[in-house]
């Protein structure tokens, strides 16, 4: 039968379940990646597990997100890594070396393999034809310790691309269109896999910032096919040894098709606070701009820092505007150094950004009060760039570059300029020598000698206790739709705590109630179970298992929404917290925060999968509610998460 890219692979990868949409399947994984941030959780839960050997041809942990280091927590985290990645046979990709996924897609991305990595913008790695997938640290050291990854098999989205794309419109405005049409909800369970004509004019590292983007969609992944510019891209990485074409049989069959035509695709900008508030940047006039910002996940390869070069080569930039520009691998900065690119861009008043997450993550570069800030990045949540007031535009480079030109929101098209023509080169700068490789001989050995450092900010991975017979509690906060991973357990400056749990606990929902953490932990002490209630597409964004670890800390014990993301409820639920949807959506608002509930007999309702009801005391009302649980979550669940349950 025809198979599309998708089945292709998880048919290359299926260990158990059947291959159909919704089914749960588990899946052989060839790759894993962490980045620092999720890292040492996943490592502290790896070691819990005591692996003897690890179960996958490659893990690499990376250092990008952290490396601020005002104060000691970073470096120690660092070298906490970097011995577990020696003890472990893992590559540890030094902290300079560049941000995760950019330098996974330079360095080791391979067509037709599966990688699963801790965090959410994992599937940048679909550029090259990988089935690239975030998930939270927990189920990456289980895939790092036993190989493998459960989830429901994917219902496969066709993008069907024409034509090519006009001078001035780029990559990220084809992801946004996209975002424009299929919003950041409602897409939880789906992949995409990109197809026609159009493919063929896009290069890996376009391709790239087009699946990164899936994340906010929402999507399990996407995928482009491996053909002659993934060949070209892996040859120049000195890499063409692991190319291998793979593309869609004709009559292939997908859930749906959406048809994009490149020729037609404009200038696009994701509006403040959300990645799916898209406008077309020619419909927005005078918006005056502060802060211009190149860089991140998405926008930083040769390719974009290159077309910013040449921008800025022709053109003062607009005195009121900082401009800042992170290249995203050492590789893209070296290449930038030799040719000139780099000279071009600080001659014309760039403020260089070290090639790592920094501003994308708001630990560095906040814009000030009100301003305005247009990023390259891929996520413009409220108070995400370390500044509540500001206002976050996402663009293309050659948007935001033509803003700093210009000072305000600004069409490139509308510049004047001659579009600058930048070639893959036909090799690029390997220097691999930031990559500290498995030391050979270490998994043969049957003790490992090698000791792991850990500094004071090193904690004990939690570990949630099982479920009760029943749960009584408050509604400790009622949140809307569309609340992000960084709304639940913000980074920024805090981001530092990722490795000491009871104190990064202390700021959870910081960004919408100070007094969250306060009143669940009085809660707590009394015995009292915190009960979070949600809106729409509860918990968006990053892969972070800490907006689960942390509410689990404070003894939140069960999320009720309207709707989950995908990364975010497994982490629910490997932490043991019960996710429970509504019957019928209206009863949101028969729950309040501060009303006193309770729901009874809850191991045998979910073990005998009947109705389970939640009473709420304060207006006597009796609310029935749903759960999406395999029997395998639900194991998770009554041994109070997965580590507990792995660990019996
Ligand atoms: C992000 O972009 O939000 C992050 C930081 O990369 C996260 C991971 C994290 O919170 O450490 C992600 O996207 O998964
Ligand atoms: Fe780093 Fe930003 Fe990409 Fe997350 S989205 S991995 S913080 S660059």
Redesign the pocket.
């Known amino acids: 039968m025809a198979q599309n890219i998708v089945e292709k692979i998880l048919a290359e990868h299926i260990l158990s379940g059947k291959a159909e949409a919704g089914s749960e399947v588990t899946i052989r994984i060839d790759q894993t990646l962490t ?1 620092d ?2 890292g040492t959780m996943t490592y502290l839960q790896l070691e819990a597990m005591k692996p003897t050997k690890l179960a996958t041809e490659l893990s690499v942990s990376y250092v990008d ?1 952290n490396t601020t280091q005002i104060g000691f927590e970073n470096f120690d985290d660092h070298k906490y890594l970097q011995s577990i990645a020696r003890k472990y046979n893992i590559h540890f990709s030094r902290a300079g070396n560049g941000i995760c996924h950019q330098v996974h897609l330079e360095r080791f991305g391979a067509p037709g393999k599966t990688l699963l990595g ?4 994992t599937p940048t790695g679909g550029g090259i034809d990988m089935f690239a997938v ?1 998930a939270g640290g927990l189920d990456v050291a289980v895939a790092m310790a036993r190989g493998n990854f459960t989830f429901n098999y994917p219902s496969v989205t066709r993008v069907l691309l024409k034509g090519k794309l006009e001078p001035w419109c780029a990559a990220k405005d084809v992801i946004l269109k996209l975002l424009q049409i299929m919003t950041t909800k409602g897409n939880v369970g789906a992949v995409i896999e990109y197809g026609g004509p159009g493919v063929k004019s896009l290069s890996v590292p376009e391709r790239a910032t087009i699946t990164n983007m899936g ?1 906010e969609l929402g999507v399990t992944t996407s995928v482009f096919p491996s053909d002659e510019n993934t060949h070209a891209f892996l040859t120049a990485q000195g890499r063409s040894d692991r190319y291998t074409p793979l593309e869609a049989d004709p009559q292939s069959r997908y859930e749906k098709t959406i048809e994009i035509d490149l020729s037609a695709i404009v200038p696009l900008v994701a509006q403040p606070h959300s990645p799916g508030n898209i406008a077309r940047v020619a419909d927005i006039t005078g918006l005056k701009v502060d802060q211009v910002v190149i860089g991140s996940c998405t926008n930083s390869s040769y390719h974009d820092l290159m077309i910013a070069a040449r921008m800025v080569e022709q053109h003062v930039l607009h005195p009121d505007v900082s401009f800042v520009v992170a290249p995203g691998s050492r590789q893209v900065l070296r290449m930038i150094t030799d040719n000139g690119g780099l000279s071009a861009l600080i001659g014309a008043g760039a403020r260089l950004a070290e090639n790592a ?1 920094g501003f ?2 708001g630990n560095s570069m906040a814009p000030g009060t009100d301003s305005v800030s247009i990023r390259t990045s ?2 413009n949540f409220l108070g995400r760039s370390g500044s509540k007031s500001a206002k976050l535009y996402l663009t293309s480079v050659e948007t935001a570059v033509a803003s700093a030109i210009k000072g305000e929101l600004y069409d490139p098209r509308r510049l004047g300029l001659a579009y600058p023509k930048i070639k893959q080169p036909a090799h690029f700068q390997i220097d691999d020598s930031m990559i500290i490789p498995p030391a050979k001989g270490e998994s043969t050995k049957k003790e490992s000698t090698v000791e792991i450092f850990r500094g004071p900010n090193i904690g004990q991975p939690p570990l949630n206790d099982p479920l009760p017979e029943r749960i009584e509690g408050s509604v400790t906060i009622r949140v809307g739709d569309k609340i992000t ?2 709304h639940i357990m913000p ?1 920024g400056d805090k ?1 530092k705590y ?1 490795s000491n749990i009871p104190r990064y606990a202390e700021f959870v929902f910081l960004p919408l109630d100070e007094k969250f953490s306060e009143r669940a932990m009085e809660n707590k002490n009394k015995g009292v179970a915190n009960i979070i209630v949600g809106g729409l597409s509860y918990g968006q ?4 298992e ?1 907006a689960a670890l942390c509410p689990m800390y404070l003894g939140v014990k069960a999320v009720i929404a309207k709707s989950f993301e995908r ?1 975010h409820i497994a982490n629910l639920i490997n932490a043991g917290i019960l996710p429970l949807t509504f019957d019928h959506e209206n009863d949101y608002e028969l729950l309040d925060q501060g009303d006193e509930v309770v729901m009874e007999n809850l191991p045998e309702t979910l073990t005998g999968a009947k109705e389970l009801y939640l009473f709420n005391r304060t207006k006597n009302i009796k609310i029935r509610l749903k759960y999406m649980l395999s029997h395998q979550d639900i194991q998770f669940i009554l041994a109070g998460g997965k580590l507990n349950y792995l660990r019996k």
């Not at 801790?118 to 913008?121: A, E, K, L, M, V």
């Not at 964004?541 to 972070?544: A, E, I, K």
């Open positions: 980045q941030a999720t997100h801790s965090d959410s913008h975030g994340a997450c994308c993550i891929n996520r991973t960084d980074a981001l990722r964004g990053s892969s972070r800490h990364i």
